[in-house]
């Protein structure tokens, strides 16, 4: 289980987020929506450890553990595990090394770059002059050599062709335990029943949920957690009239 | 020869343009016999794990020929194929007539002191020749082996690819464990006929008070390719070399990789220049270097001379703990119709790459040696598979020692 309590975060003197309470519970995937600047990637950031982002109260909790004040790779082996929309290049350090030092143990690397269709980038640099979405495609690769607990999602769908939203999308929901198998000896509810992997999805289409079924959508505003119901129905509602509610929500 | 000495004679005293001046003086040059062996399995086991770093295996698996020089003395030199010769050049000079055509054409025996000094006193050096159409399967090796305190060795090495053949040569320069100081001149004369490969790899692994002046140029016929690596990942107290390579038949190729790691104490000032004379020629220069703590000069001059060339060049530094790297880049376009183009930067590691590979589960530490043994690990296209081997291996070695 993740859990936030009365967070508060600084970005050098900014103040970005504000007094943030958020609950994941085991098994629970949730959508993070928000405008630009509203604090939705320092979110991410904060839980993953990013020290840039200096917690100035409150507390995250991961697997019943204080992780507030732990380093990235602390929490990176306690099973968070996070997709980035912007990742670094890294010279000299191929793909397939980088799938390897994803995975805690041996990994059939061919295997899974097959499933996201990556194999012939293997041999390249590490996001090394890749298109949108290679890089959504390498940050997945990575994510399932990793396999974590607590998935965060920053934008998996940004910069994706038609082509391959369907492959993403499919991809996360199965490392979340959210994929349909009709041939699975279990049945679908009991599948759901034994589901434990946690998601934190940021998204800015809302195209991601055709593709991936979620249980709580939260918007973020500001700073501040204003609301926190159906993914479907908040995406709906900003759809109609973008953010103009969630300003009158949090006012 | 006499000719020769006489120019070097006035030379003797004359300043290098770049490096610190070393006193000649203070290093002895008399020779220091040692014998012949037929196997170089009887090398004591101490010496041979010294080679074996700078890349050169004494069982030569997988080489097809081998020189060794201990201190002034050569004590193996064979060649294992056909259209391949390795020879001592103090015995190619006494035996081999067509040696003088090639010795001090590229290099100017009145360059500077150490010229002067290569043709006054020489210990010895190698002369290795691929003939017309031959390929070499397997990388030649040679090493410059230094074990008396506080000796100059004195060498020069020449360096032939016939037309159409293809030569690799790896080439390791090493001071016994115990050895503190010494000077090691080297003079180096290559020569790439038309239509042949040549790639010559270089790993440097001196001691803490060895200084190094290099001397060494090279010329690349049309069609010709030569590739140059040069690696020296340990401390040296200083070093320098400024490597000329002249492009000078059409479509005549030149790639320069120079990998650096500069040690507190150490001076490094380490370049190419290369002059594209014909059309098609191309040339590229590439280093990369790390001090953490020593003093990097890295430099690389482009000359394009007629129009229809295409040269790049590369420098990039990483100073980790202390140091300083000084990039220096030059491009000469001499003529409209050249293209070239540098890049440059020196920096620090990037603290996203960090958290980066961080969040995929590394310690800092981890994260930090990944990311520079990638900044020193550069694709080197046309290199055989043993020779990049050698260079991942001085690349794991030099980050263990950085990383303590």
């Not at chain 2, 961080?358 to 694709?379: K, N, P, Q, Y």
Request: proline fraction near 3%.
């Amino acid at each position: 289980m993740l859990q936030i309590e009365d967070l508060q975060v600084k970005l050098g003197d900014k103040e970005i987020l504000k007094h943030i309470d958020l609950e994941i519970l085991p098994g629970e995937t949730h959508i993070l929506f928000g405008p630009n600047g509203s604090g939705k990637t320092s979110l991410l950031m904060t839980i993953m450890g990013y020290p840039q982002y200096r917690v100035t109260g409150g507390k995250i909790l991961f697997k019943e553990e204080d992780i507030t004040h732990m380093s990235v790779d602390e929490r990176a082996r306690l099973g968070i595990g996070m997709s980035y929309q912007r990742p670094p290049t890294i010279h000299g350090v191929k793909t397939r090394q980088m799938i390897e030092i994803c995975a805690k143990e041996e990994v059939d690397v061919e295997a899974l770059a097959k499933k996201v269709n990556f194999s012939e980038f293997l041999k390249r640099d590490v996001n090394e002059g890749f298109s949108g979405g290679e890089i959504k495609r390498s940050e997945l690769l990575q994510l399932m050599a990793q396999d974590a607990d607590l998935f965060l999602f920053d934008e998996p769908e940004s910069g994706v062709d038609l082509e391959n939203i369907v492959l993403i999308g499919n991809t996360i929901s199965e490392l979340l335990q959210r994929d349909f198998r009709v041939d699975s000896e279990k049945t679908q509810k009991e599948r759901h029943r034994e589901r434990t992997k946690m998601g934190l999805i940021i998204t800015h289409t809302g195209f991601i949920l055709d593709y991936v079924t979620a249980d709580k959508g939260q918007v973020l505003f500001d700073g501040v957690l204003t609301c926190t119901t159906h993914p479907r129905e908040i995406f709906r509602c900003i759809s109609r009239v973008g953010y103009e509610e969630c300003i009158r929500c949090a006012a | 020869m006499r000719g020769l000495d006489e120019m070097a004679l006035r030379a003797k005293d004359k300043t290098a343009k770049l490096g610190p001046d070393i006193d000649l003086d203070a290093y002895g040059s008399e020779p220091v016999p040692h014998g012949y062996v037929e196997d170089l399995d009887v090398l004591s086991e101490a010496d041979k794990e010294r080679m074996i770093l700078a890349g050169v295996d004494a069982e030569e698996t997988e080489r097809s020929g081998t020189y060794v020089q201990k201190d002034t003395s050569v004590i193996h030199s064979h060649s294992r194929q056909e259209g391949l010769e390795v020879i001592p050049i103090k015995e190619a000079l006494k035996q081999y007539g067509w040696v003088r055509d090639y010795y001090w054409k590229l290099v100017d025996v009145d360059a500077d002191k150490y010229t002067a000094r290569a043709q006054l006193d020489l210990h010895n050096g190698y002369v290795i020749r691929a003939l017309p159409g031959s390929k070499v399967i397997y990388p030649v090796q040679a090493c410059m082996y230094m074990e008396k305190e506080g000796l100059s060795q004195n060498v020069h090495n020449i360096i032939i690819a016939e037309e159409g053949s293809e030569l690799h040569i790896i080439t390791g320069c090493a001071t016994a464990a115990h050895l503190q100081r010494g000077l090691h001149v080297g003079v180096s004369e290559f020569y790439v006929r038309k239509d042949a490969k040549l790639s010559f790899t270089m790993i440097h692994y001196w001691a803490e008070e060895m200084m190094v002046r290099a001397r060494s140029a090279g010329i690349v016929e049309e069609g010709g390719l030569f590739l140059n690596n040069y690696i020296c990942m340990k401390p040296v107290r200083s070093l320098q070399m400024y490597p000329t390579t002249h492009l000078a038949g059409k479509g005549a190729v030149a790639r320069f990789y120079n990998l650096l790691v500069g040690s507190p104490g150490s001076q490094m000032d380490v370049g190419g220049r290369i002059y594209l004379k014909e059309p098609d020629t191309r040339a590229e220069i590439i280093s990369r270097a790390i001090t953490n703590g020593g003093n990097i000069i890295a430099r690389g001059d482009l000359v394009g001379e007629v129009p229809g060339v295409k040269a790049h060049l590369e420098c990039q530094g990483l100073i980790l703990n202390g140091g300083s790297i000084h990039a220096i880049p030059e491009l000469e376009g001499m003529i409209d119709g050249v293209e070239m183009s540098h890049e440059a930067a020196v920096g620090k590691i990037a603290q996203d790459e960090i958290l980066y590979l961080m969040s995929r589960g590394l310690s800092e530490d981890e994260a930090s040696a990944t990311i520079v043994r990638g900044f020193l690990s550069v694709d080197i296209p046309g290199l055989p598979t043993q020779l990049k081997a050698e260079i991942d291996r001085a690349v794991q070695q030099s980050d263990k020692d950085m990383m303590m």
